[in-house]
């Protein structure tokens, strides 16, 4: 079973309804290209036939030829784009919440639903975000603010619209393209057209459900239910769900085998970098990668930051050999799992390494990272060929920040890395004065209120002083990481020492060490 999810989050927000489906079926939950963790699509106005061309793309390369579909909102249309073209491959489809607009009502629509969000250096922005996911479920269209287009539904808990605000954030200038593809497809024709069996249903708490009263009645393997049993409830829609799946599952063959993680980096971004995950233990791990052969390079990030911070050695690195920068357990996109302190940090990372069979490798760690690398290197030396340890984790106070009612946390988010770059020295940053990339900043705070139940645990973990046991690994000091808004703890009052924080430098260091 394939799940499609709403714009503007991405496939986090079907988790709970994942779940239960689990019980009695394989559940795949996609990204929409632009969303989550997919990259988005070449054409630069895509429309809804696009993404449905990209799912069917998508589910060939996980062998599924032949699946149950639900798709919501956006998800919706998408999944029906697909069933129309490909009815082979579909073998029910399920459709919760299909906008059908009027063209006046699709023209306001397309002008006024996606605003672009400026950055700000006082962190407002993101305030603003957070308000346009909230007024979502107070007015429909959401910046409609009357009294006539306010409708009645239960607001979402504050973790909810955090996962949502975070997804919009996330996929940044990417989160208007389904918008709009979606708002510009009439889904009357598709349906007139669908040829396998399909229900249409959407919640009374769903703005689009007064909506369902405009398709008319078409017969044949369209079902329209008018009011989906259990309103919003997950475990009544997972009812309804697997209803309809099993009443058409004679001709669906059982999902193929989970492969294990690969890092055969035969489908790369246009920079040359893969995205993946790595099972360790009760966790999975969140790696970046690029190149292939060669004596592998591990990196890890200098925390809360992700393993993009270190794009700038990731790169250059693949041109000679494999390299891959590994999100800490408990940050970014890795999860936690058992890991809570150092020692189970470095367990969780060697468990994602041997997964995906690295036997011997080089290691690089900034800051929060440079703490596991020293681990790794103590706990298996035998594995390490050489190691750069980049500055120590900064000793920084580490708020809560659970998500707030009014998206306040990400405020806070924002002015704890924010302030931290203003308080490194022209020295630590090689600037003629203090200052902040706004755009680097809005990267670094993403990254940090992904994990914002779990950062502060995993940063506790890696402050631990870093050494290696018995010198039985070579450890190169190197320059702490340039990020002005890494979580590095730099000299203060000199220029950093060891080998500078530039590619080709520390890679030449690393080669040179005797095998």
Same mark, same amino acid.
């Given at each position: 079973?394939?799940?499609?999810?709403?714009?503007?989050?991405?496939?986090?927000?079907?988790?709970?309804?994942?779940?239960?489906?689990?019980?009695?079926?394989?559940?795949?939950?996609?990204?929409?290209?632009?969303?989550?963790?997919?990259?988005?699509?070449?054409?630069?106005?895509? =429309?809804?036939?696009?993404? @449905?061309?990209?799912?069917?793309?998508?589910?060939?390369?996980?062998?599924?030829?032949?699946?149950?579909?639900?798709?919501?909102?956006?998800? /919706?249309?998408?999944?029906?784009?697909?069933?129309?073209?490909?009815?082979?491959?579909?073998?029910?489809?399920?459709?919760?919440?299909?906008?059908?607009?009027?063209?006046?009502?699709?023209?306001?629509?397309? =002008?006024?639903?996606?605003?672009?969000?400026? &950055?700000?250096?006082?962190?407002?922005?993101?305030?603003?975000?957070?308000?346009?996911?909230?007024?979502?479920?107070?007015?429909?269209?959401?910046?409609?603010? &009357?009294?006539?287009?306010?409708?009645?539904?239960?607001?979402?808990?504050?973790?909810?619209?955090?996962?949502?605000?975070?997804?919009?954030?996330?996929?940044?200038?990417?989160?208007?393209?389904?918008?709009?593809?979606?708002?510009?497809?009439?889904?009357?024709?598709?349906?007139?057209?669908?040829?396998?069996?399909?229900?249409?249903?959407?919640?009374?708490?769903?703005?689009?459900?007064?909506?369902?009263?405009?398709?008319?009645?078409?017969?044949?393997?369209?079902?329209?239910?008018?009011?989906?049993?259990? @309103?919003?409830?997950?475990?009544?829609?997972?009812?309804?769900?697997?209803?309809?799946?099993?009443?058409?599952?004679?001709?669906?063959?059982? /999902?193929?085998?989970?492969?294990?993680?690969?890092?055969?980096?035969?489908?790369?971004?246009?920079?040359?970098?893969?995205?993946?995950?790595?099972?360790?233990?009760?966790?999975?791990?969140?790696?970046?990668?690029?190149?292939?052969?060669?004596?592998?390079?591990?990196?890890?990030?200098?925390?809360?930051?992700?393993?993009?911070?270190?794009?700038?050695?990731?790169?250059?690195? @693949?041109?000679?050999?494999?390299?891959?920068?590994?999100?800490?357990?408990?940050?970014?996109?890795?999860?936690?799992?058992?890991?809570?302190?150092?020692?189970?940090?470095?367990?969780?990372?060697?468990?994602?390494?041997?997964?995906?069979?690295?036997?011997?490798?080089?290691?690089?760690?900034?800051?929060?990272?440079?703490?596991?690398?020293?681990?790794?290197?103590?706990?298996?030396?035998?594995?390490?060929?050489?190691?750069?340890?980049?500055?120590?984790?900064?000793?920084?106070?580490?708020?809560?920040?659970?998500?707030?009612?009014?998206?306040?946390?990400?405020?806070?988010?924002?002015?704890?890395?924010?302030?931290?770059? &203003?308080?490194?020295?022209?020295?630590?940053?090689?600037?003629?004065?203090?200052?902040?990339?706004?755009?680097?900043?809005?990267?670094?705070?993403?990254?940090?209120?992904?994990?914002?139940?779990?950062?502060?645990? /995993?940063?506790?973990?890696?402050?631990?002083?870093?050494?290696? /046991?018995?010198?039985?690994?070579?450890?190169?000091?190197?320059?702490?990481?340039?990020?002005?808004?890494?979580?590095?703890?730099?000299?203060?009052?000199?220029?950093?020492?060891?080998?500078?924080?530039?590619?080709?430098?520390?890679?030449?260091?690393?080669?040179?060490?005797?095998?």
């Amino acid at each position: 079973m394939v799940l499609l999810h709403a714009s503007p989050s991405g496939s986090a927000t079907l988790t709970a309804l994942g779940e239960r489906l689990a019980q009695s079926f394989t559940v795949y939950a996609i990204d929409t290209p632009g969303h989550g963790d997919s990259d988005p699509l070449a054409e630069p106005e895509p =429309e809804i036939a696009d993404f @449905g061309r990209a799912l069917g793309e998508t589910l060939d390369g996980l062998g599924l030829d032949r699946v149950h579909l639900y798709g919501t909102h956006t998800g /919706a249309k998408v999944a029906l784009s697909y069933a129309v073209t490909r009815p082979a491959g579909v073998a029910s489809l399920l459709l919760d919440g299909v906008g059908v607009a009027t063209d006046a009502e699709r023209a306001d629509l397309r =002008e006024h639903y996606t605003p672009t969000f400026a &950055l700000r250096g006082d962190g407002t922005h993101l305030l603003a975000a957070w308000q346009q996911v909230r007024n979502m479920y107070l007015f429909w269209p959401w910046y409609r603010e &009357l009294e006539e287009a306010r409708y009645a539904t239960p607001m979402p808990s504050p973790r909810d619209l955090h996962e949502l605000t975070v997804g919009m954030l996330v996929a940044g200038e990417h989160y208007p393209l389904a918008y709009q593809a979606a708002f510009a497809c009439d889904p009357l024709p598709l349906l007139r057209r669908v040829g396998v069996p399909t229900v249409v249903v959407a919640s009374e708490h769903d703005p689009l459900f007064a909506q369902l009263e405009r398709i008319p009645s078409l017969g044949g393997d369209v079902r329209v239910v008018r009011h989906r049993p259990g @309103g919003s409830d997950d475990a009544a829609l997972a009812r309804v769900l697997a209803e309809h799946v099993t009443a058409h599952s004679a001709a669906v063959p059982d /999902a193929p085998a989970a492969a294990p993680p690969t890092l055969d980096g035969a489908d790369r971004t246009p920079v040359g970098v893969a995205r993946g995950f790595a099972v360790a233990g009760d966790a999975e791990l969140h790696l970046r990668s690029a190149g292939r052969g060669g004596r592998p390079l591990v990196l890890l990030p200098p925390a809360p930051a992700s393993g993009a911070a270190l794009d700038w050695l990731l790169v250059p690195a @693949g041109a000679s050999r494999l390299a891959l920068a590994i999100d800490l357990p408990g940050t970014a996109d890795s999860q936690l799992g058992t890991a809570t302190d150092r020692t189970s940090m470095v367990e969780a990372v060697l468990a994602g390494l041997d997964g995906l069979g690295l036997d011997e490798f080089d290691l690089y760690g900034a800051g929060a990272g440079a703490g596991i690398a020293a681990g790794i290197a103590t706990r298996a030396p035998e594995r390490v060929h050489a190691a750069v340890i980049a500055g120590e984790p900064a000793a920084t106070d580490l708020p809560d920040l659970a998500p707030d009612p009014l998206g306040l946390h990400l405020v806070r988010a924002w002015h704890l890395l924010r302030d931290h770059a &203003l308080r490194r020295t022209p020295a630590a940053t090689g600037r003629s004065g203090p200052s902040v990339d706004l755009a680097v900043c809005q990267a670094r705070v993403l990254d940090l209120v992904k994990a914002c139940d779990t950062y502060a645990v /995993a940063l506790r973990a890696t402050r631990s002083p870093a050494r290696a /046991a018995g010198g039985r690994v070579p450890l190169l000091a190197g320059a702490p990481h340039p990020d002005p808004l890494a979580f590095v703890d730099p000299a203060q009052d000199a220029p950093p020492a060891g080998i500078a924080a530039d590619a080709p430098a520390i890679l030449a260091a690393l080669d040179a060490v005797d095998g």
